[in-house]
């Protein structure tokens, strides 16, 4: 599952016995990769329209398990453009409904933070390390503004997620602190994967997401997006899902 076409690479084009399947106004493809029988979802952007998918892949699909691939806004000190974050757990940064509940806390749950699954987001983390090793090698950084020999390297943590594209150093930094004095070490900031996990959890289903670095979520927008995405981003989920993909037991496995 994925916001845009670009964040799922050529997986579409990789499926076995492909259908396609329209509901809510979305196009899902079924089929197959290495094994497993799989659907491939396009949500398009914000909270509710990855819901609204989300949604849609439970009750229609029944699906048991969802990996996101997309791009995000690096927040944490050593997140770097081009590196890639491996989601353990989520939060919705515009969420408050204070003073009658704690803020970020969605009512009815829990807790803040809503955890992805341990033992996907460990199979995801080691398919992800892997291939940002390799493809950190082939990419011509200098060409999308990087410095030459740039060096990604994958992060596990906090990703929050809200209705807004943060792209300013004054907001990035405002979101940071306060997050960060209330003990939450965010990395990154998206618009879809915290709505996902709300909803996986509400179905059982189990969930992890990985999210490539577009930009550091302030007003050095010195590299073009559409291009990183296309360069960068779409190779990273293409390799990560299939490398993902050939190392879950199917359920033939177990």
């Given at each position: 599952?994925?916001?845009?076409?670009?964040?799922?690479?050529?997986?579409?084009?990789?499926?076995?016995?492909?259908?396609?399947?329209?509901?809510?106004?979305?196009?899902?493809?079924?089929?197959?990769?290495?094994?497993?029988?799989?659907?491939?979802?396009?949500?398009?952007?914000?909270?509710?329209?990855?819901?609204?998918?989300?949604?849609?892949?439970?009750?229609?699909?029944?699906?048991?398990?969802?990996?996101?691939?997309?791009?995000?806004?690096?927040?944490?000190?050593?997140?770097?453009?081009?590196?890639?974050?491996?989601?353990?757990?989520y939060l919705q940064h515009d969420m408050d409904a204070?003073?009658?509940?704690?803020?970020?806390?969605?009512?009815?749950?829990?807790?803040?933070?809503?955890?992805?699954?341990?033992?996907?987001?460990?199979?995801?983390?080691?398919?992800?390390?892997?291939?940002?090793?390799?493809?950190?090698?082939?990419?011509?950084?200098?060409?999308?503004?990087?410095?030459?020999?740039?060096?990604?390297?994958?992060?596990?943590?906090?990703?929050?997620?809200?209705?807004?594209?943060?792209?300013?150093?004054?907001?990035?930094?405002?979101?940071?602190?306060?997050?960060?004095?209330?003990?939450h070490d965010v990395l990154a900031v998206e618009m879809?994967?915290?709505?996902?996990?709300?909803?996986?959890?509400?179905?059982?289903?189990?969930?992890?997401?990985?999210?490539?670095?577009?930009?550091?979520?302030?007003?050095?927008?010195?590299?073009?997006?559409?291009?990183?995405?296309?360069?960068?981003?779409?190779?990273?989920?293409?390799?990560?899902?299939?490398?993902?993909?050939?190392?879950?037991?199917?359920?033939?496995?177990?």
């Open positions: 599952m994925s916001a845009l076409p670009q964040e799922q690479g050529s997986l579409v084009q990789a499926l076995q016995q492909p259908e396609r399947i329209e509901r809510a106004g979305r196009s899902f493809y079924r089929g197959q990769l290495h094994g497993h029988d799989v659907v491939l979802a396009l949500s398009g952007i914000g909270k509710v329209a990855a819901a609204t998918t989300t949604t849609v892949l439970a009750e229609h699909f029944g699906v048991t398990r969802i990996l996101f691939t997309g791009v995000a806004g690096g927040l944490g000190d050593e997140v770097r453009v081009g590196d890639v974050v491996v989601a353990q757990s204070s003073p009658i509940f704690e803020r970020w806390l969605v009512p009815g749950y829990a807790s803040i933070t809503m955890d992805c699954n341990i033992a996907l987001t460990q199979q995801l983390a080691l398919a992800t390390g892997l291939c940002v090793e390799q493809d950190g090698h082939a990419i011509d950084w200098p060409a999308l503004g990087l410095e030459a020999g740039h060096r990604p390297r994958m992060h596990q943590g906090l990703i929050v997620s809200g209705d807004r594209f943060v792209s300013t150093q004054r907001e990035s930094q405002a979101l940071r602190s306060a997050l960060t004095t209330a003990g879809e994967g915290a709505s996902v996990a709300q909803v996986c959890a509400d179905y059982g289903i189990a969930f992890t997401a990985v999210r490539t670095i577009s930009d550091r979520a302030d007003d050095s927008a010195h590299l073009d997006f559409g291009l990183f995405v296309e360069k960068v981003a779409s190779r990273y989920a293409d390799h990560i899902a299939h490398a993902f993909l050939k190392a879950l037991p199917t359920a033939a496995g177990g």
